[in-house]
């Protein structure tokens, strides 16, 4: 479950996942820096990839937002829209900033 | 770029359930959470982050379910699925595609192909784990059944059908390797004359006794014993030549005659013996089919008798030529 509270976005996550979210989370700042990287080659076969592991990920950590942004960015790779791409990782880098985690 | 994954072989042993998942997918980050959940649930779980690791992994540990991703490099989770429904060995293994191909032809498609479930990506932990325990009910079940009809009800070891089974999977392995395969038909001795004498009640102990003790006899885990007619039993010993068969045949006839189970009336001896008879052979080059093995070892048994009983006699066909 998300919410947004004063500039914060509230994530509650089960807390059996608590060792597990770090590292997810570090993850997905590595990702920011390889979808900067392959816009800049114009690869999007690995921001396809990206964003279909980010979909198929999100959730089930109790980020519904990245699956949501992994799913526009891998159609927006299919359709080699870099706009759409810029704009979601944009989103992804800005909710990682803002997130604050509620274990419970 | 950190979700696909090199190949990395991961193994959790702290299973409380001793039941084994393998989870088949190139994004670390889904093994992670899934080895958290499975654990977290009594499950052995191993990960395997391709499909040609997740199909070795599948051969070697024979897991009881496999959690299979569709989208992976080089081999995709649909020729996975393929591959191990195509063996003999791991066909039964039960596969849930878990995925973040959302179609309904792609959930199609992995059913067609022999999958269980399909599971859609994001997935929910408690719903992941229903519906494993689901499929892992399910496989009990079907194994118990599976079981069920290959005993046989008055001696509790394998039955015909088993056996028939058995025989054509090894006659097809052994052609492949090209490795002997040796086949025991044995009789007890007059054994219409026992249950004349004795009543059948007494005569179905007798067939109970022989074949517990003939199974006891067997250490091997590959030897199928079974209940092939009557009083007649079969033994399929892979992977064992001519020598081999006629050591383990003795055992047998010693085994039974050190049963010592009384037969005063018994033309031979005063207690039950068996006859026995064995063939070898390499299946495809000195044999041709597997009921041509089956009449050989059945006319060696023939011999046995008519020679006088309570003695082994065969043939090896693996030296010969065709």
Redesign the interface.
Same mark, same amino acid.
């Not at chain 2, 770029?1 to 696909?4: A, F």
């Not at chain 2, 990506?121 to 932990?125: A, I, R, S």
């Given at each position: 479950m998300e919410e947004e509270r004063s500039g914060k976005i509230i994530v509650h996550v089960d807390h059996d996942l608590a060792d597990l979210i770090p590292g997810y989370l570090a993850n997905r700042k590595k990702d920011i820096a390889a979808i900067k990287e392959a816009l800049d080659k114009k690869d999007m076969a690995t921001i396809r990839i990206i964003g279909h592991s980010m979909k198929g990920s999100g959730g089930g950590y109790g980020f519904e937002s990245i699956t949501d942004i992994g799913r526009i960015m891998e159609k927006a790779a299919k359709e080699n829209n870099s706009e759409d791409i810029y704009l979601q990782m944009t989103r992804l880098d800005d909710y990682l900033h803002r997130l604050d985690i509620v274990y419970e | 770029? =950190?979700?696909?994954l090199k190949e990395e072989k991961k193994v959790s042993v702290n299973s409380s359930s001793g039941t084994t998942i393998l989870c088949i997918d190139d &994004?670390? &980050?889904?093994l =992670?959470?899934l080895e958290?959940i499975l654990i977290?649930a009594g499950y052995a779980v191993i990960t395997a982050s391709n499909g040609k690791q997740g199909l070795r992994e599948t051969l070697t540990r024979k897991p009881d379910l496999i959690l299979l991703d569709i989208?992976m490099p080089d081999m995709d989770g649909y020729e996975v699925c393929k591959k191990i429904k195509d063996k003999e060995e791991t066909k039964n293994i039960p596969i849930i595609f878990i =995925?973040?191909k959302k179609e309904d032809e792609d959930e199609a498609k992995g059913l067609k192909i022999g999958a269980v479930d399909y599971i859609r990506?994001?997935?929910?932990?408690p719903i992941i784990k229903s519906r494993i325990r689901t499929q892992l009910d399910l496989k009990l079940k079907t194994d118990m059944l599976e079981r069920l009809v290959s005993i046989d009800g008055l001696t509790n070891i394998y039955n015909r059908r088993k056996f028939d089974e058995t025989l054509k999977l090894e006659w097809k392995r052994a052609m492949r390797n090209n490795s002997p395969l040796s086949l025991i038909m044995s009789d007890i001795d007059h054994f219409k004359g026992y249950n004349d004498h004795y009543g059948h009640t007494t005569g179905d102990d007798c067939l109970r006794r022989v074949s517990q003790e003939m199974k006891n006899l067997l250490q091997r885990p590959a030897d199928l014993l079974a209940r092939y007619g009557g009083e007649e039993f079969a033994v399929i010993l892979p992977e064992t030549d001519y020598n081999g068969a006629i050591y383990i045949s003795t055992i047998l006839l010693n085994g039974i005659e050190d049963l010592n189970i009384s037969y005063p009336h018994s033309p031979i001896a005063g207690h039950v013996t068996i006859s026995i008879g064995v063939v070898t052979s390499i299946p495809g080059k000195n044999c041709d089919t597997p009921l041509q093995l089956i009449e050989i070892a059945d006319s060696m048994l023939y011999v046995a008798k008519q020679n006088g009983r309570n003695q082994i006699q065969g043939k090896d066909l693996s030296f010969t030529g065709k």
């Open positions: - | 770029m =950190t979700g696909p &994004d670390h &980050d889904i =992670t959470l958290k977290g989208v =995925t973040a990506k994001p997935f929910y932990p």
